[in-house]
């Protein structure tokens, strides 16, 4: 068994092998089957991309709609196909952002909500849903990352100060890595 609890098979053990050099070429190491950045996670570094959405797939789509865009621009034969093929290369960019944001956003969402007011409760014994209200979305995520002495008191002065989500982030001394991200 692998450290997720998985049952370890030789096509698992192979494809771990065998995907070795592009983790390598990307930066990753594997540490107990979990792909680990090699710096340690900050302010600075904590957006993560997925390589092949944003520097392959948005490349190639940027590149067809402007392509077809100078086609039809220039009046080259067809003008209206091309046109009509930089419709839908717009389109399907456009889409493809929008599913993977609506999808993947919002199970995240409600995640660090859950997540956040778990710790809330275990921290203080008091229930973080009616404060959820006057912090919003954006702000209780910037507090995940703050450590467990400091969450109750760095909430509490989010609310007083009015802090924003990038204050909040900024003023978390003991970051927390959410190493749990690909």
Not at 76 to 96: I, K, T, V
Not at 101 to 110: C, D, E, I, M, S
Request: charged share 25%; aromatic share 12%; hydrophobic share 40%.
């Amino acid at each position: 068994m692998d450290s997720f609890g998985r049952i370890t098979t030789p096509f698992r053990r192979w494809r771990q092998k065998e995907t070795g050099g592009l983790q390598r070429a990307l930066n990753l190491q594997l540490i107990n089957n979990k792909p680990y950045n090699m710096s340690k996670q900050n302010y600075r570094n904590h957006v993560r991309y997925y390589i092949p959405h944003h520097l392959v797939f948005y490349p190639i789509i940027l590149f067809m709609l402007v392509f077809c865009i100078r086609a039809w621009w220039k009046g080259e034969p067809h003008d209206s196909q091309w046109l009509m093929m930089a419709g839908l290369c717009f389109m399907l960019g456009f889409l493809s952002f929008m599913v993977r944001q609506h999808y993947g956003l919002g199970n995240q969402n409600r995640i660090v909500r859950l997540e956040m007011r778990l710790r809330y409760y275990q921290l203080t014994g008091e229930r973080l849903e009616p404060l959820e209200e006057h912090l919003g979305f954006g702000r209780i995520a910037a507090l995940r990352f703050a450590s467990d002495a400091e969450l109750p008191a760095l909430l509490q002065r989010a609310l007083k100060e009015d802090l924003s989500a990038d204050a909040i982030k900024r003023a978390v001394t003991d970051w927390q890595a959410d190493e749990m991200r690909r």
